[in-house]
């Protein structure tokens, strides 16, 4: 099947881009993983579709796949990139709108400056809802002025990590450490990612703090790996920080890919601005690949 997309980056997460305004591909999970294979396709960490949504007050459908093929609920660079094809494309002329994923709705407009600010919706402590099994653990106590909150000693390879966990529709389970270049993100990374505790996963954040308005982050990424940045990894870092009383309300996140702007306190929606860039654009046949077809299809990561 030959097909066009678009190929975007935000702040180095990278996407292929599909306008199915006008009708689905019909793509299954192998081909999404043919697509984002660095080798096999066109390369990339999530797979983006812009489909039109039938309900009122909402403008589009954004459907997100992650480089292993797996749907997933949320995305935060490549919000900001669905926001820039949108527009170029002129799929909308308004300046902001509003867009349903299977983790709620987020609200993109791009700025005067040609950054795109996101209100990614407000983050989501629930356990229950992230997923996190929390069974036998005792959580450790942080209370401080901005009231308690608690993080958990998930036992990973036999050592207790700290995390903070916590949902922007899609989960994530944050750390925080002294110097991110030296942290064990592709080590302990995966092993947190498939860890029991997160029965649909999880992306683990390594966060390093340099002051309180400015933070150093690497993500290894649910079904993706280490990724140069993860927006909705850098929302969740900074909620966290924010309510471990280490951060103020506005803060700069600086991944390997670029710097994110995140905004919140407590009650409020969530707001990230960052970059989003069209790199090319192509045509591609996408085989008739299938999981019974392919199953070695090895997700084959530089
Ligand atoms: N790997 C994530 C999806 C993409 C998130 C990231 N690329 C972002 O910018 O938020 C997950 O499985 O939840």
Known sequence: MRIRFTKMQGAGNDFVVLDETQGQLGLNTAQY???????FG?????????????????????????????????????ARCFARFVHDRGLSEKPSIRVQTLGGVIEPRITL???????????????VRVPFDA????????GN????????????????????VLSMGNPHAVQIVADVDAAPVREQGPRIEQHARFPRRVNAGFMQVVARDRVKLRV??????ETLACGTGACAAVVAGIRLGL????????????????????????????????????????????????????????
């Open 33 to 39: 993983r043919w697509l984002a294979d660095r080798h």
């Open 42 to 78: 066109v390369g990339a960490d999530q797979i983006l579709s812009v489909r039109p949504s039938p309900a009122p007050g909402i403008d589009f459908e954004y459907v997100i796949h992650n480089a292993d093929g797996a749907e997933v609920e949320q995305c935060g660079n490549g």
């Open 113 to 127: 400056d040609g950054r795109v600010t996101v209100d990614m919706g407000a983050p989501i402590f629930d356990l």
């Open 135 to 142: 069974e036998g653990l005792t959580p450790l106590d942080q």
């Open 145 to 164: 002025a901005h009231g308690a909150w608690q993080t958990w000693p998930v036992s990973v390879d036999g050592v207790p990590v700290n995390l903070a």
């Open 220 to 225: 290894w990424e649910r079904g993706a790996g």
């Open 247 to 302: 951060l103020e309300a506005r803060v700069d996140v600086h991944t390997r890919g670029g710097v994110l702007t995140i905004e919140w306190s407590e009650g409020r929606p969530v707001l990230m601005t960052g970059p989003a860039t069209t790199v090319f654009h192509g045509e591609i046949d996408v085989p008739e690949v299938s999981d019974a077809s392919h199953p070695d299809l090895v997700h084959s990561r530089a």
